[in-house]
C-alpha cells in the first residue's frame, strides 16, 4: 500500500549520534546559593527549567501579581479609552501614584504606571475597568491561570497586597511572566527604567521610575553583595520584568535577562528587599555560564520536494519558515541536534507559498524536544492541460514549440515542395511545347518541299523528261 507520507531525515551538522548524553548529564557549576525560600530559572527560548528551588511551594506573590493584571488589561481593554478613577481605586493603600477620585487617564498610561514603578491604586482602577469589580476580577485572574497552567495559584485581589488566601508557587510565576513576555506591548512596558504620566484633569505631569533596579541603579547606596563581589543592581542585558514585596511575602521578583542570543528569566520569591536582585544575579550569572542558545534550524532550509498534481511545475520546495533557536549546556556540542521532516507525499495545484506542507521535529539526541511546520517555498498555479499527465508547463511549452517547429518546418517543405512540382511541371510543359514546335515546324518545312515538289512535277512535259534522259 502507498504510504500517504514519506520520511526524510535532515542532519544538522553531522548524522544523527547514537548514545548520546542527555541534557542534564553535561558538566555544570555549583548551583548559587540564594537568600530567597524558592525560585526558578528558565530558559526564555526552550521554557526548558535550568534550575528550581522549592518550586511548587506556596508563597504570598506581593507584587508580582500586577502581570497577571496586565495581561488581563491587554487582553480585555482597549488601551486606547479613557479610565474614570473612582474612590475605591485613589483609597488604594501602598504604593500608588496618587490617583484622585474622578481622574480621568488613559488605559494605556495607567498600564505603564501599574508596571513600572508598581502602582496599587492604578492596579484596582484597571481591575474595575475590565471586570466592574475587583471580585469578579480575581475570578478572571484564577480561570487565566488556570488557563495558562498554574497548579498552585490563587488570587484574591489585582495589586498583591497581601491577604491570606492569595498565594501562588514559583513555577507559576514563570508561567504566567512566559506568557506576558510573549505579548508585544507588555515587553515594551516592562522594559523601561522610567516613564512620565502626562498632565491630566486632577494632576500634573508625574515622573516614574521602574521598581526592577537591575534596570538602572548604580546608586552607591543600594550596592549589594553577589558572592564575594560588592556591585551595583544595574545588571546589563535586563528587559523586564516584575518587582514585589509585603512584609508578609518578602523581597520577590520576576526578572527576564539576554546575553549573546541566550534569554533567561528567572523567579526569586521571600528573599530580602535587596538580596532579591542579588539572587536573580546569581542565577542569571550561574545560567550564562553554564548555557548557550544556538540557531539550530535557519529559515529558508530545504527539507525536500513534494510532488504537485496538475501544477504549471510537478514539485515545490518544504522549507521552513523561520530560524529555530534551542539552548544546550555550554559544554555541549551542537552536533548532538537533529531535525526529522514528514512531509505529504503530493499536494493539488493550486499551492500558496506558506501552505503547511509537512512538519519538522527538532531532536537532542533522540529525545524531540520541538516540533515545527514545513511550509511551501513558493506558490505552484495551476498547470496546462499536459499537467494532467505529469507534465511540467516549461516541459509543455518546449513541447509545443518543437511541434510548432516541426509542423513549421513541414509546411514549408510542402511548399518547397509544391513550388518546386510546379515548375518542374512548367519546364516539362514548355519542353513538349517547344518539342510539339519545332515538329509541326518541321512537318511544315517538309509539306512546303513536297508541295514544291508537287507543284513542279504537275507542268512538266513528256518531251521535257525525254530531253533531260538524252
Not at 484574591?156 to 514563570?174: F, K, M
Request: aromatic content about 8%; some cysteine.
Amino acid at each position: 500500500m502507498r504510504t500517504m507520507k514519506r520520511m526524510l531525515v535532515i542532519v544538522l551538522v553531522c548524522a544523527v549520534m547514537l548514545g548520546v548524553m542527555p541534557l542534564h548529564a553535561f558538566a555544570l557549576s555549583p548551583y548559587p546559593k540564594l537568600e530567597g525560600s524558592a525560585a526558578i530559572l528558565l530558559d526564555m527560548t526552550t521554557g526548558d527549567v535550568l534550575y528550581e528551588l522549592n518550586a511548587d511551594e506556596r508563597h504570598y506573590p506581593a507584587s508580582t501579581t500586577k502581570m497577571m493584571t496586565g495581561l488581563l488589561a491587554i487582553e480585555n481593554l482597549n488601551l486606547e479609552n479613557d479610565i474614570t478613577v473612582d474612590a475605591e481605586a485613589a483609597s488604594t493603600p501602598g504604593s500608588g501614584i496618587k490617583l484622585r477620585e474622578g481622574e480621568v487617564m488613559n488605559a494605556d498610561v495607567m498600564l505603564h504606571a501599574m508596571l513600572i514603578p508598581s502602582s496599587n491604586d492604578c492596579a484596582v482602577a484597571i481591575a474595575k475597568a475590565v471586570s466592574g469589580g475587583v471580585d469578579n476580577f480575581a475570578v478572571l485572574m484564577n480561570a487565566r491561570a488556570r488557563e495558562l497552567g498554574c497548579k498552585g495559584t490563587n488570587f484574591v485581589n489585582p495589586s498583591g497586597l497581601h491577604e491570606d488566601d492569595h498565594y501562588t508557587t514559583a513555577r507559576d510565576l514563570s508561567i504566567i511572566a512566559m506568557a506576558c513576555m510573549k505579548n508585544e506591548h507588555f515587553r515594551e512596558i516592562v522594559g523601561n527604567a522610567e516613564y512620565t504620566v502626562p498632565e491630566t484633569n486632577r494632576s500634573e505631569a508625574r515622573e516614574l521610575v521602574s521598581s526592577n533596579l537591575l534596570l538602572w541603579d548604580e546608586q552607591e547606596r543600594h550596592k549589594i553583595y553577589v558572592g564575594n563581589d560588592l556591585r551595583y543592581p544595574k545588571y546589563e542585558g535586563t528587559f523586564g520584568v516584575k518587582t514585589g514585596y509585603t512584609p508578609q511575602a518578602g523581597g520577590c521578583l520576576v526578572a527576564a535577562c539576554e546575553r549573546n542570543g541566550t534569554k533567561l528569566l528567572c523567579v526569586v520569591m521571600e528573599s530580602s528587599d535587596m538580596g532579591r536582585f542579588a539572587d536573580a544575579i546569581k542565577m542569571f550569572e550561574w545560567g550564562f555560564e553554564n548555557y548557550k542558545t544556538y540557531t539550530v534550524l535557519h529559515g529558508g532550509y530545504s527539507f525536500g520536494n513534494v510532488k504537485v498534481r496538475h501544477g504549471e511545475v510537478n514539485k515545490v520546495e518544504a522549507v521552513l519558515l523561520t530560524d529555530v533557536a534551542y539552548t544546550l549546556p555550554a559544554d555541549a556540542s551542537v552536533e548532538i541536534m537533529s531535525a526529522q521532516a514528514v512531509l505529504q507525499e503530493k499536494l493539488t495545484a493550486p499551492v500558496k507559498k506558506g501552505d503547511v506542507v509537512g512538519t519538522i521535529t527538532l531532536y537532542e539526541g533522540d529525545e524531540p524536544v520541538g516540533t515545527y511546520q514545513a511550509v511551501a517555498a513558493k506558490s505552484v498555479p495551476e498547470g496546462g492541460l499536459l499537467s494532467y499527465f505529469g507534465i511540467e508547463d516549461s516541459a509543455a511549452k518546449v513541447i509545443r514549440n518543437v511541434i510548432l517547429a516541426v509542423l513549421g518546418v513541414a509546411f514549408l517543405a510542402m511548399v518547397v515542395y509544391v513550388l518546386v512540382m510546379r515548375r518542374k511541371t512548367k519546364i516539362k510543359k514548355a519542353r513538349k511545347a517547344a518539342k510539339m514546335k519545332a515538329k509541326e515546324e518541321e512537318e511544315s518545312v517538309r509539306r512546303a518541299e513536297w508541295e514544291r515538289y508537287y507543284e513542279g512535277s504537275k507542268y512538266r512535259s513528256p518531251r521535257d523528261e525525254t530531253d533531260e534522259e538524252l
